[in-house]
């Protein structure tokens, strides 16, 4: 059996590092992967967004299952073309991808739908938008409407902010036409975290919860990030608080979907603020997160590939997955200067050391081989993630492994699951 992985980050490694211990002993590829993914797949230089290039390389190389890490090629239509001319593909098509590709188009799902979500206006004229602005007040957030490469999110604390941030979006349009539109999205407080799930339009598989780490710095300050650190499972996403989400959230958004005659087959991640119990949900997105994928795949405990044939076959009615019941933990380790300018070709040290940790997998992201040595070659470069009894010695293991690797001018966050081990102590 031949997979191809579409991505180069720390939830493609993930996924293929998960893939390589199939039963079915399959032979990988990557397009275009990183120095980790190098040493599992054979790594092709096709970037992500040339569809048509895959799709002539995966006929050619008769690859059985292509697999999609990030969003850009979802909503540029991968799937769709991949299935046209006949080859398995496990990822959402152009228009479930839709969910992630327009927050508006989400947004408006969720009203029609009864999806709990912060209030929202969408708006396509600057002026009509400051004036919305003016009546609301702050704080408040204000979107992007299309992909923006996780920067598109701006939460605003004042008017004036609020404004500024509609200058930025709409008419600088510092992120293209995805700043044609903008949603207007009443602030929400409480504690975020992750939900995952496979689905095959149909039957929704949950995966274990999780927690991201979106600011740069620790206890959560500075500029957001694609994200610094992650783990699972996350404590706020209790038993009754799992339930709900499955009832209110995911089924109602599997199903609405559905009946937009948008069916929606993949991972759906719906990202979630939590108060006192009760889910709202911020956003959704069409595949797995980067870096919610990294302790997630450590802890699941079957193998991935019936899943992903099942979710295709729209039989996932028949599949299950064990999720192992150790805490897992992931420290993003990013280049000095991220999310800002960074030096790329730095030189890391210590990766062998760290591997050999018990209970520590690396998983690579911004990282390529230069005369034979691994080099930082992106912001986040590396994700350790550690697997422990419990959720303090995840964290312990994972920082064990991260305080063996050094590069100039690496940055970390020191306080990646904190947050769970805060809420086990009371
Ligand atoms: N309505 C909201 N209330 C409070 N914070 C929000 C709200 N929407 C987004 N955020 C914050 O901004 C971050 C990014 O927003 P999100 O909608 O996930 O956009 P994206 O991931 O596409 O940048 C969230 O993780 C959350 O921290
Ligand atoms: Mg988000």
């Known amino acids: 059996m031949k997979i191809l992985m579409v991505g ?35 790594c092709i230089s096709i970037g992500v967004t040339e569809i048509a ?19 850009v090629p979802l909503t540029l239509g991968i799937v769709d073309e991949f299935e046209s001319r006949g080859l398995k593909i496990f990822g959402a098509r152009r228009d479930a991808a839709m969910i992630e590709g327009s927050k508006s188009f989400a947004k408006n799902l969720m009203r029609k739908y009864r999806i709990p979500s912060g209030d929202y206006e969408v708006l396509d004229d600057p002026k009509k938008a400051r004036a919305y602005l003016e009546k609301v007040g702050a704080p408040i957030v204000v979107k992007a409407d299309g992909l923006a490469a996780g920067k598109g999110a701006i939460v605003c604390p004042t008017l004036e902010a609020a404004h500024e941030a509609i200058g930025m979006i709409m008419e600088e349009r510092v992120f293209g036409d995805a700043g044609a539109q903008v949603v207007i999205e009443e602030y929400l407080t409480g504690e975020e975290a992750s939900f995952l799930a496979f689905t095959d339009g149909k039957t929704v598989l949950p995966m274990a919860s999780s927690q991201d780490h979106k600011p740069i710095y620790d206890h959560d300050q500075g500029p957001n990030t694609g994200g610094m650190g992650a783990y699972s499972p996350a404590p706020v996403v209790t038993d009754a608080v799992h339930q ?28 979630l603020m939590i108060k006192d119990g009760e889910p709202r949900v911020l956003e959704f997105n069409a595949r797995f997160g980067d870096p919610e994928a990294q302790p997630l795949v450590v802890r699941m405990g079957s193998d991935l590939i019936p899943v992903l044939e099942a979710v295709i076959a729209e039989r996932l009615h028949e599949a299950t997955i064990e999720w192992r019941s150790e805490p897992t933990v992931c420290v993003v380790m990013a280049s000095g200067g991220y999310p800002g300018q960074y030096e790329k070709g730095k030189v890391i040290s210590g990766l062998d050391e760290a591997a050999s940790v018990p209970g520590v997998v690396i998983f690579h992201a911004g990282t390529t081989l230069k005369n034979g040595k691994v080099v930082t070659d992106g912001g986040r470069v590396l994700n350790v993630t550690g697997i422990g009894k419990d959720i303090r010695q995840a964290i312990a293991t994972a920082y064990q492994g991260v305080k063996k690797i050094y590069w100039e001018g690496v940055h970390y966050r020191n306080d990646i699951g904190k947050k769970a081990l805060d809420r086990m102590v009371g």
């Open 244 to 271: 709900k989400i499955m009832e209110r959230v995911m089924l109602p958004a599997v199903r609405g979907m559905a009946a937009e005659g948008h069916p929606y087959k993949g991972v759906l991640y719906a990202g």
């Open 8 to 42: 180069s980050g720390g939830r493609e490694h993930s996924l293929l590092w998960k893939l390589a211990q199939s039963p079915q002993n399959p032979l990988l590829y990557a397009a275009p992967g990183n120095a980790g993914m190098a040493q599992i797949a054979t």
């Open 53 to 71: 290039s895959l799709v002539e390389f995966a006929l050619q190389e008769r690859i059985d299952l292509t697999l999609v890490g990030p969003e």
